[in-house]
Each structure stands twice: as C-alpha cells, then as structure tokens.
C-alpha cells in the first residue's frame, strides 16, 4: 500500500525546554509520514532559557534544520506562539525557517488560515505578569518527578477548562477565517484537540505534544484529520475527518553546535507521489 502524501502536517504546542515535551515522539511521528508542507504552529518553546533544551530537544531543531533544505521539496512554516516571542526570530535563522505570526495558503479551493491562538485569549493578553507566574509554577511542578508530571498536565487541562480557552479561541479564530475569507482555520494554544464549525467555517485544535497521547492535524486529498500519536503506525488511532469531535529523567544538557553538526542526525527521506 502507497503511504499518503499529504498537502499539510501540523504539530504546535511541543515546549521545548520542559520536561513533559514530547520531542523525541514527535520527531519519530514526522518520520512516519510523508508532506509537502509543515506547520510548526507556535510554542515549539517553553521559554527564553536555552538551556533547558535536552539532547533530544536539539535534535528535533536538527530534524527540523534538514527538513527545510531545499532539496526535500518541503516547505516548513513556523506561526510564532506566546511562548516563542523573544526566540523564533533566532532559532528560524538557526533552523532556516520562515516565522508567521499568521500563514494563509490553498488547498483543493479552499482557503486555509494558521494562527497559534493566544491572541484569542485575553487572560494571558491582559494578564502578562500572572501568566508568566503560571508558567513558572508549571515548570516547577514538572521537576517533581512521575507525580509532578502528573499534576502538571492535570493543572494544564484546568486551566483550559476553566478559563473556557477552548470556546473563547475557537470563536475568536472564527472570526478572524471571515476576516481573511478563509475556509478552515487552524489554532494551538489551548492544548486540546477540538473541531467544531460556524457559519461555514471549519476550526481545528492542534492539541499539544505535552500529554500522555499527543495529537497532530493533517490535510490532504481525503479531508483535514486529527490524529493521535501512539508511537505505531501513524493511522493507528485517527480521530476522524474534517466532521469528527476530538477528545481529548532529563538527558543529559547539550548546546545549539550539535543542531548544526548534521552529520549526527538520520537523514530525512523525500516523499514522492
């Protein structure tokens, strides 16, 4: 059986830099599939302090770097998140990526609208200071070992609920679709994989690569797909189509030399029709 070639893979929320980041699972899902375009759709970072990024952390950057040579015929397009302003505009240099803080492209006649969400959110807009306090808090409960894993993503899914961040972004990026009479629109921010639709305007959640079952959003000739990421086949827990409902020890520390040796990492393979 022919492995599918999508038009669009698209992953956000990885927050390199914290303990729960999911690089290494995420890095094996990108090999799994075949595209023509990827969309790193913001917080791909947990904050400003670089070394926080472990081995694996880097060698996703490095996967990453390769992918957007020229010669994969692949276009990778980073939309920048709350979390990667202060960083994107560096690390896109490193990398050799191009940063959006929105991204418009078509596909199959419809037109189609990337933006990380944050800017929907008016708590973490109007509330600077305490959302910086709330991402400290984060990091410090994820050093506590399994449990504080366990409280950390225990607490981000409260925090989703109870600021009602799902509703309050997807209304928000609808209205932004009929701004740029867009067809589709794609958000992240909210770490919570959702479709819903309004007046004729589909909206997708990315979820997040933090959780126990990471997701990730794909388009292609058969629809726009959320999918589940665990660790087989990449098919292997699809959520469904474009009318589907969602549910849903530290390596040791290395530097940013190793994201230029690319000698050190697994060649990419190119997809072809």
Same mark, same amino acid.
């Given at each position: *059986?022919?492995?599918?070639?999508?038009?669009? /893979?698209?992953?956000?929320?990885?927050?390199?830099?914290?303990?729960?980041?999911?690089?290494?699972?995420? *890095?094996? *899902?990108?090999?799994q599939?075949?595209?023509?375009?990827?969309?790193?759709?913001?917080?791909?970072?947990?904050?400003?302090?670089?070394?926080?990024?472990?081995?694996?952390?880097?060698?996703?950057?490095?996967?990453?770097?390769?992918?957007? $040579?020229?010669?994969?015929?692949?276009?990778?397009?980073?939309?920048?998140? $709350?979390?990667?302003?202060?960083?994107?505009?560096?690390?896109?240099? /490193?990398?050799?990526?191009?940063?959006?803080?929105?991204?418009?492209?078509?596909?199959?006649?419809?037109?189609?609208?990337?933006?990380?969400?944050?800017? @929907?959110?008016?708590?973490?807009? $109007?509330?600077?200071?305490?959302?910086?306090?709330?991402? @400290?808090?984060?990091?410090?409960?994820?050093?506590?070992?399994?449990?504080?894993?366990?409280?950390?993503?225990?607490?981000?899914?409260?925090?989703?609920?109870?600021?009602?961040?799902?509703?309050?972004?997807?209304?928000?990026a609808?209205?932004?679709?009929?701004?740029? $009479?867009?067809?589709?629109?794609?958000c992240?921010?909210?770490?919570?994989?959702?479709?819903?639709?309004?007046?004729?305007?589909?909206?997708?959640?990315?979820?997040?690569?933090?959780?126990?079952t990471?997701?990730?959003?794909?388009?292609?000739?058969?629809?726009?797909?959320?999918?589940?990421?665990?660790?087989?086949?990449?098919?292997?827990?699809?959520?469904?189509?474009?009318?589907?409902?969602?549910?849903t020890?530290?390596?040791?520390?290395?530097?940013?030399?190793?994201?230029?040796?690319?000698?050190?990492?697994?060649?990419?393979?190119?997809?072809?029709?």
């Open positions: *059986m022919d492995t599918a070639v999508y038009d669009t /893979l698209i992953l956000s929320d990885l927050h390199l830099g914290s303990d729960i980041s999911r690089a290494e699972d995420a *890095m094996r *899902m990108l090999r599939n075949c595209f023509r375009r990827l969309i790193l759709l913001g917080d791909i970072f947990c904050d400003l302090n670089f070394r926080r990024l472990t081995k694996e952390h880097w060698k996703f950057l490095g996967y990453i770097r390769k992918l957007s $040579n020229p010669k994969r015929g692949i276009e990778v397009v980073w939309v920048e998140g $709350n979390h990667d302003q202060g960083l994107s505009q560096v690390m896109s240099h /490193l990398v050799g990526v191009k940063v959006y803080e929105e991204y418009l492209w078509e596909f199959a006649g419809r037109r189609h609208l990337a933006i990380h969400g944050h800017q @929907f959110d008016r708590f973490v807009v $109007n509330n600077l200071v305490l959302s910086h306090v709330n991402s @400290f808090l984060h990091l410090q409960l994820q050093k506590l070992a399994f449990t504080g894993k366990f409280f950390s993503r225990l607490l981000d899914r409260m925090n989703t609920r109870w600021l009602r961040l799902s509703t309050k972004v997807a209304d928000g609808i209205a932004q679709a009929y701004l740029r $009479n867009a067809d589709r629109v794609f992240g921010h909210t770490h919570a994989a959702l479709y819903s639709e309004q007046d004729g305007i589909e909206y997708y959640n990315t979820g997040c690569w933090t959780d126990e990471p997701t990730f959003i794909t388009v292609g000739s058969d629809g726009v797909r959320i999918h589940e990421f665990t660790g087989q086949h990449p098919d292997d827990r699809d959520l469904g189509s474009q009318r589907s409902q969602a549910a020890q530290r390596p040791y520390l290395t530097d940013e030399r190793e994201l230029l040796e690319e000698s050190k990492y697994e060649k990419v393979a190119i997809c072809r029709d």
